[in-house]
C-alpha cells in the first residue's frame, strides 16, 4: 500500500508545481523574459475605488521589482518604476516609445485639444510653439505679480476668521490657484471645486480601465456631460471677458489667454474656438491642480516635520528681513528649494505618464510587446529605495544637495514633451510659501489621513485641515 503523502509534503508538491508553472510562463513565448504579473483582482478594484492606486502599486514595485505587468480581462499595462528606464521611455528615441491616445481618450467628453494630451505629431508641435512664448521669463515674473495677489486676498479671507479657525488648506488653495490662472470671472464657487473633483475622479479611472468597459461602470460621456458643461460655461463666460477688453498687449506681454485668442497678421484665428476652449480646460486641469496639490502637500510636509518649519521660517526671515519678496529673492531661498523638490519627489503630484511602444522591446531585461501601454510609475520611480538608496522613504530636503541620479527625478516628466509650465508652476509654489509663512502661523489637526488619493493630478483630496493665526 502506497504510503499516504501527509500535509508538509503536500504542500512542497504543490509549491514544486507552482515553481513549475511559474517558471514556464516566464520562459515561455519564444523564451522572453516577461515582468511579474499583477493580477487585477477584487482587492485592486477596492483599492481602485478609494482612488489609493499608487500607494498600492509602490508596494507592488517594492515586492516584485520595477518592472510590472498588469493584466486585466486580457489587456495587458506595463508599469515601469526604473530612472534609467522611465528616461529612455520619456526622452528616448522617438522609434521606441511615444504619446498616443490614451490621455486624450481619457478627457474624451471633455475636451480634446489639450496640449498634455494630444498625440504626437504635427498637431501637438504647432500647439507647443504657439503657446510656448506664453511661458516666458517675462510670463514667469506676470505669474508671480498675480500669485502675490491672490496670496493676499487668501490671507486677508483668513485673518478676517477668529484666531484659530480651522480651514481645509486643499479647498482654500485650489480656490486661490483659479485665481492666479485667471478663472474668476464669475467668482468662487465651492459648487464648481466639487464639479472639477467629480471630473478629475472619472478622468483617472478612464486611465487604468479598458475603454470597453466604460459603460458598465459609469465612465462614458453620459456621465460626465452636466460637469464638462458646467467648466465649458465657465471658460466661455471668462472668454467672452478677454474679447470684451479693447487693451492691445504688445506680443511679450501677452498672456494663455491671449495667445489662444490672438489672430495672424492677416486677420486668421490661430487656433479654433473649439482648440481655444479645450486648451483652456487644460490649463484649468493641469495649472490650478498641480499648483494646489503641490502647495497642499508643502503645508503636510512642513507641518509633519517641525525641524523643516523651522528652516523655511529661518531662511525666510534672514533673506528677506521681514520684507514682502520679489521675484529675484526667491532665487536666494536654496533650503526652500531643496524643500519644494523634495516634496514634488516624496509626494509626486503626477502619479503616471502614459506612453505607448512602437516595437517590440526590452526593459530592465523584460520583453515588452509592440503597441503596449507602458505607463510611467511617477510616484515609486521617485520613492524606489533602487533608485534613491536605503532612505528613499524618508522626508529629507539635504538630498538635493547631492547630485540626483538621471531619471530619479521627474516630476514635470522629460524630453521634448516636459511640462511647458513648470517654471511657472515653481514660482506660484515658492511665492506663496513664502508670503504665507511670512504672515500666518499654522497648526496641524491629529487624525487626518495623509494617504494621496489619484485624479487628473494626486493630492489630498479628502482635505488637509488646519488652524490658522495670524502672526
Known sequence: MAPVMNTQNLMY?????????????????????????????????????????????????????????????????????????????????????????????????????????????????????????????????????????????????????????????????????????????EGKDSDGYHMVEKLSDKVMYRMVVPRFLWRFIGLENSSIADGSAYIREMITKVLEAKNASTTIKPDRQMDVLDRLLAKTDSGEARFTQEEVVDEIVGFYAAGHETTANTLTFCFAAMLLNPETKAKLVAEIDYVLRGAPPTYQDLGKLKYMDNFISEVQRFYAVVFMIPRRSRVDTELCGYHIPKNSLVLVNVFSTHRGSWNWGDDAEVFDPSRFDRPVPGGAFIPFGAGNMMCIGQRTALAEVKASMVVLLQNMDFELMPGQDFDPIIGVTQGLKKGLMVKTSPL
Not at 509549491?15 to 493580477?39: C, Q
Not at 494630444?118 to 516666458?136: M, N
Open 13 to 185: 508538491a504543490a509549491g514544486g508545481v507552482a515553481g513549475a508553472l511559474v517558471l514556464w510562463y516566464i520562459i515561455s513565448n519564444d523564451g522572453k523574459r516577461h515582468p511579474p504579473t499583477v493580477p487585477f483582482d477584487l482587492k485592486r478594484l477596492a483599492i481602485l475605488k478609494e482612488r489609493k492606486l499608487s500607494i498600492q502599486t509602490h508596494e507592488d514595485h517594492k515586492k516584485l521589482g520595477p518592472v510590472l505587468r498588469f493584466s486585466f480581462l486580457g489587456v495587458d499595462q506595463y508599469f515601469v518604476a526604473d530612472a534609467q528606464a522611465c528616461q529612455r521611455i520619456l526622452a528616448g528615441p522617438a522609434q521606441e516609445f511615444y504619446r498616443d491616445d490614451t490621455l486624450q481618450n481619457a478627457f474624451s467628453g471633455i475636451a480634446k485639444m489639450l496640449l498634455f494630451a494630444i498625440p504626437a505629431g504635427d498637431q501637438w508641435a504647432r500647439h507647443r510653439k504657439l503657446l510656448s512664448p506664453s511661458f516666458s521669463q517675462i510670463q514667469v515674473l506676470h505669474a508671480f505679480g498675480e500669485t502675490i495677489k491672490a496670496v493676499n486676498t487668501l490671507l486677508d479671507i483668513w485673518k478676517s476668521h477668529p484666531r484659530g479657525t480651522i480651514v481645509n488648506l486643499h479647498y482654500d488653495f485650489s480656490m486661490m490657484a483659479l485665481d492666479v490662472v485667471g478663472y474668476t470671472a
